[in-house]
């Protein structure tokens, strides 16, 4: 992991996520870019190209100087420290304009606030983050407020012994082995599901072939409530990250996401949610 990309927009959401992009940099030697992706309302805009050209230089500008600010803030930067690289851009969906920078700088994660700054963005449990989860090629790490992390100890992964889980638990070994992290495979199965022991037996001679990490465990657990049974072993093994892939459909992650509200439970301990896509992991396998 050479390059990682930080999406800021300066809420007391995205602080924690710039702060874990900074341990993560600093563990992997990884250069951090930070974007801001601001709009500027068609309501302030002049017909006249002169002055519309002037009011985007100031906004230009304006978000640089603030995105500076906040970087050297938040990360407490010294003189002496390498800033990260810093980029504005303007794109009227923020989620668009994150995921074009990533791919300009051909980053490798992208880390960005699990929140939004209104009201509304909280409820949905950030727009943005959920939008790049559904639409990135590149993996994504959605960091929830006050994460407060500056180890990473225990990932869990969260299996369906799928071949398209290979290749994101190899790329996970990667970041891991910086951390010197367990990796926690746990798979969750409904009672009426056909012959799952079975399958974790092929999947971990599948996974042996193929992954040489060995600080990896397999929990096999039977449940008919898969998101509770998933929530209390995050807290039983005291998980810094969850780990998924995000499937066709959509019909795992989001309700995951939003699980604290389906459920009308709070989680006591939100955890920092990295995903892959499962088509990107299933041409990366072949």
Not at 133 to 158: D, F, H, Q, R
Not at 167 to 183: Q, V
């Given at each position: 992991?050479?390059?990682i990309l930080c999406a800021t927009d300066y809420s007391d959401n995205s602080i924690s996520a710039i702060k874990l992009a900074n341990v993560i940099r600093k563990k992997l030697k990884a250069e951090l870019h930070v974007v801001h992706?601001?709009?500027?309302?068609a309501t302030f805009i002049s017909t006249v190209s002169l002055a519309y050209a002037r009011l985007e230089e100031a906004a230009f500008n304006n978000h640089r100087e603030k995105l500076d600010a906040f970087c050297w803030k938040h990360l407490n930067l010294k003189d002496a420290d390498k800033s990260p690289v810093i980029s504005v851009v303007e794109n009227s969906i923020e989620s668009d304009g994150i995921i074009g920078?990533?791919?300009?700088?051909?980053?490798d994660l992208i880390v960005v606030g699990m929140t939004g700054s209104n009201i509304v963005k909280d409820l949905i449990i950030g727009s943005t983050a959920t939008a790049l989860i559904e639409k990135s090629s590149v993996p994504v790490l959605?960091?929830?407020?006050?994460?407060?992390m500056t180890e990473i100890n225990t990932i869990v992964y969260a299996t369906a012994f799928e071949e398209a889980d290979i290749p994101a638990i190899a790329k996970i070994t990667e970041f891991a082995?910086?951390?010197?992290?367990?990796?926690?495979l746990i798979h969750v199965s409904t009672k009426n599901e056909y012959a799952a022991e079975d399958q974790m037996l092929w999947f971990k001679e599948m996974l042996k072939e193929k992954v040489t990490?060995?600080?990896?465990?397999f929990e096999f657990r039977l449940s008919d409530d898969i998101l509770s049974t998933l929530k209390d072993y995050l807290k039983e093994v005291d998980a810094d990250i969850l780990v998924m892939l995000e499937r066709e459909g959509h019909a795992l992650i989001p309700n995951l996401w939003h699980f604290d509200l389906v459920k009308r439970m709070k989680l006591e301990r939100l955890v920092p949610l990295l995903s892959y896509q499962k088509t990107v992991?299933?041409?990366h396998d072949h």
């Amino acid at each position: 992991m050479k390059t990682i990309l930080c999406a800021t927009d300066y809420s007391d959401n995205s602080i924690s996520a710039i702060k874990l992009a900074n341990v993560i940099r600093k563990k992997l030697k990884a250069e951090l870019h930070v974007v801001h992706v601001f709009d500027i309302s068609a309501t302030f805009i002049s017909t006249v190209s002169l002055a519309y050209a002037r009011l985007e230089e100031a906004a230009f500008n304006n978000h640089r100087e603030k995105l500076d600010a906040f970087c050297w803030k938040h990360l407490n930067l010294k003189d002496a420290d390498k800033s990260p690289v810093i980029s504005v851009v303007e794109n009227s969906i923020e989620s668009d304009g994150i995921i074009g920078k990533a791919e300009e700088i051909k980053a490798d994660l992208i880390v960005v606030g699990m929140t939004g700054s209104n009201i509304v963005k909280d409820l949905i449990i950030g727009s943005t983050a959920t939008a790049l989860i559904e639409k990135s090629s590149v993996p994504v790490l959605s960091v929830p407020k006050n994460a407060g992390m500056t180890e990473i100890n225990t990932i869990v992964y969260a299996t369906a012994f799928e071949e398209a889980d290979i290749p994101a638990i190899a790329k996970i070994t990667e970041f891991a082995s910086a951390f010197n992290t367990e990796i926690k495979l746990i798979h969750v199965s409904t009672k009426n599901e056909y012959a799952a022991e079975d399958q974790m037996l092929w999947f971990k001679e599948m996974l042996k072939e193929k992954v040489t990490y060995k600080k990896i465990s397999f929990e096999f657990r039977l449940s008919d409530d898969i998101l509770s049974t998933l929530k209390d072993y995050l807290k039983e093994v005291d998980a810094d990250i969850l780990v998924m892939l995000e499937r066709e459909g959509h019909a795992l992650i989001p309700n995951l996401w939003h699980f604290d509200l389906v459920k009308r439970m709070k989680l006591e301990r939100l955890v920092p949610l990295l995903s892959y896509q499962k088509t990107v992991m299933e041409i990366h396998d072949h």
